[in-house]
């Protein structure tokens, strides 16, 4: 009876690794390991200018107690896409009044802009001060009667908690309709409200847990700021059970190829190079009309990725075996 152990294992890892490829692109990054418990955020104090060109500007500071161990710095993750909603986050910049080292590293990946503040090869201890600016477009969205913004000033990234927070909303008008939740998406807690003034409100939430944020909504009169028109992109992930049959399908077969006679190897290349085609024509179509930001995976990328993995299973099982 033929050993066919060895002809399996070749495809098996080929299709693993384009499997692994293919959900890390389609799925949501995991959680990094949490902070110990003994980190905290002392103070998180941002800024939010409603500017009359209809960008909001934004200054975070944010005081962070790190552990005796030592971190490279911080890493502050901007939501820059809600469901088909997506926003241009920008000009991003950083500093520390308490010398800490402050270069910038941003990453756009799925739904998040991840900013990264710090060094590194250089280790940071105890309480250190960031400031981290950056401006956000396509952020309002116009109404019939009015123009809004409902943006979390501090996000649900954070995996510390968050002992004082305090949020300013300025705007080139009068306030009159400005409120703020705190919480978990979607909670009901109301920020205390302090230091109304015309142009500008704050508030203040303390005793933040982890993953909890501020969501503040703006309610604006109508061209008191130029809106931008909003920008919609089709989420990463946008096969449906077609495509997603076809890929599963697809990693089942590459096991059998072992077992029988495999195709010829041009056949295994033909298959590779239409679905490379497929993957490409599919990811063509999303940059060319959104950027390479908002590459996304729908039935004909899921069919690409199918042909790929069959195709290259095909190239390993039909190999000459090594003696």
């Keep these: 009876m033929p050993d066919v152990r060895g002809r399996v294992r070749g495809p098996a890892i080929t299709a693993g690794v384009l499997l692994l490829t293919t959900l890390v692109l389609a799925l949501p990054a995991s959680a990094a390991a949490g902070p110990a418990p003994s980190e905290i955020i002392p103070t998180y104090d941002v800024v939010l200018t409603l500017g009359g060109d209809g960008v909001l500007y934004v200054r975070e500071t944010i005081t962070y107690d790190f552990d005796r161990s030592g971190e490279h710095g911080i890493v502050r993750r901007v939501r820059f896409r809600h469901g088909d909603r997506v926003y241009d986050v920008r000009d991003v910049r950083a500093g520390s009044s308490t010398g800490a080292p402050s270069r910038v590293r941003t990453t756009r990946f799925l739904n998040d802009v991840q900013i990264s503040v710090g060094d590194r090869r250089r280790e940071v201890r105890g309480r250190q001060a960031y400031v981290i600016e950056y401006a956000v477009a396509w952020a309002f969205t116009p109404r019939a009667d009015h123009d809004e913004l409902v943006w979390d000033a501090i996000g649900t ?11 300013r909303v300025e705007a080139p008008v009068p306030l009159r309709r400005a409120t703020c939740r705190a919480g978990v998406p979607g909670a009901t807690t109301r920020c205390l409200r302090d230091r109304d003034g015309p142009y500008a409100v704050d508030f203040l939430q303390g ?28 989420p990463h992930w946008t096969g449906g059970w077609p495509g997603t049959a076809l890929l599963a399908l697809s990693v089942a077969v590459v096991p059998l190829l072992a077992r029988r006679p495999a195709p010829r190897r041009a056949a295994g290349a033909g298959l590779a190079a239409a679905g490379l085609l497929l993957v490409a024509a599919d990811a063509g179509d999303d940059i060319a009309a959104h950027g390479a930001w908002a590459f996304s995976l729908g039935d004909r990328c899921l069919a690409g990725l199918a042909l790929m993995i069959v195709g290259a299973g095909i190239l390993c099982a039909d190999r000459p075996r090594m003696v």
């Design 157 to 167: 990234g954070w995996s510390v908690p968050i002992a004082n927070a305090a949020v």
């Design 207 to 234: 005793a933040l847990a982890p993953h909890e944020g501020m969501t503040i909504k703006v309610r604006l009169p109508k061209h008191a700021v130029a809106v931008q028109p909003p920008r919609y992109v089709p």
